[in-house]
């Protein structure tokens, strides 16, 4: 059970598009500005790092809290 929970983690530092559109209420949009954001910034230090990405708040944070990860 444990691996399981861990394969739906999403690390915000590596994940693509695609996975990155597997987080509650990001789309493509969202997932492209995650990557663009890390791409300019640099990896994000803690899960909480997302809501500095344009548009992306602490409800759509605390919606995937469980499910992000940096590595």
Request: hydrophobic share 35%.
């Amino acid at each position: 059970m444990a691996l399981a929970e861990q394969a739906e983690k999403v690390n915000i530092n590596k994940a693509s598009v695609t996975d990155l559109m597997k987080l509650k209420k990001i789309g493509q949009k969202y997932a492209e500005r995650i990557v663009a954001y890390r791409e300019k910034n640099g990896p994000f230090e803690k899960p909480e790092d997302i809501t500095k990405v344009k548009g992306i708040g602490q409800k759509t944070f605390e919606l995937n809290a469980d499910k992000i990860t940096v590595e």
